[in-house]
T-cell receptor, first 114, second 109 residues
Framework: ETGVTQSPTHLIKTRGQQVTLRCSSQ?????VSWYQQALGQGPQFIFQ???????GRGNFPPRFSGLQFPNYSSELNVNALELDDSALYLC?????????????FGPGTRLLVL | DAKTTQPNSMESNEEEPVHLPCNHS???????IHWYRQLPSQGPEYVIH???SNVNNRMASLAIAEDRKSSTLILHRATLRDAAVYYC??????????FGTGTSLTVIP
């Protein structure tokens, strides 16, 4: 069983650019959640996708957007990058996204905005 | 207002039990309490979760206070591989995991 994978592992962008991060969910999982983790902080919830629909959103501006595809893989897009967007971006998949579901995390994409 | 409160750091001797506390005084009746840990340069990994009763699995035990305003993760015998940041997490309305700041556990050989 393949775990959650993310690409790329590292990325450097400049302020104002746009970035797309990718996540492949674990086999049999239809829910993907995205998190932002600043250095020394706990992960912060960005949004969740369940069967290709956004199913919950944290306190992030609209320039953070996402997609989920029919195979349940997902993308996180960030427009108009700001310096504070530098962080580790984590995705996690789960079977249904329910309250007691275990989330399986990928290794993350480290984004640096200069 | 913080949904969960944990000590920033704790130390334990190898082979000794470790009790990691968490306060979640604003927890609602249907919120599960989850614990995950994050090793350096890795994504978080599941440890244990529960609702009202104490829970045990091969990794740890979870003791939940009767009023559910606090919980304690218990590692029965700490090993060097248990050195990580441990997060006490609530599953909030809107399908979001609230992570908080976590406790950095150091295991001393």
């Amino acid at each position: 069983e393949t775990g959650v994978t993310q690409s790329p592992t590292h990325l450097i962008k400049t302020r104002g650019q746009q970035v797309t991060l990718r996540c492949s969910s674990q086999s049999g999982h239809n829910t993907v959640s995205w998190y932002q983790q600043a250095l020394g902080q706990g992960p912060q919830f960005i949004f969740q996708y369940y069967r290709e629909e956004e199913n919950g959103r944290g306190n992030f501006p609209p320039r953070f957007s996402g997609l989920q595809f029919p195979n349940y893989s997902s993308e996180l897009n960030v427009n108009a990058l700001e310096l504070d967007d530098s962080a580790l971006y984590l995705c996690a998949s789960s079977r249904t996204g329910g309250r007691q579901e275990t989330q399986y995390f990928g290794p993350g994409t480290r984004l640096l905005v200069l | 207002d913080a949904k969960t409160t944990q000590p920033n750091s704790m130390e334990s001797n190898e082979e000794e039990p470790v009790h990691l506390p968490c306060n979640h005084s604003t927890i609602s009746g249907t919120d599960y309490i989850h614990w995950y840990r994050q090793l350096p340069s890795q994504g978080p990994e599941y440890v244990i979760h529960g609702l009202t009763s104490n829970v045990n699995n091969r990794m740890a035990s979870l003791a939940i206070a009767e009023d559910r305003k606090s919980s304690t993760l218990i590692l029965h015998r700490a090993t060097l591989r248990d050195a990580a940041v441990y997060y006490c997490i609530l599953y909030l309305t809107g399908n979001q995991f609230y992570f908080g700041t976590g406790t950095s556990l150091t295991v001393i050989p």
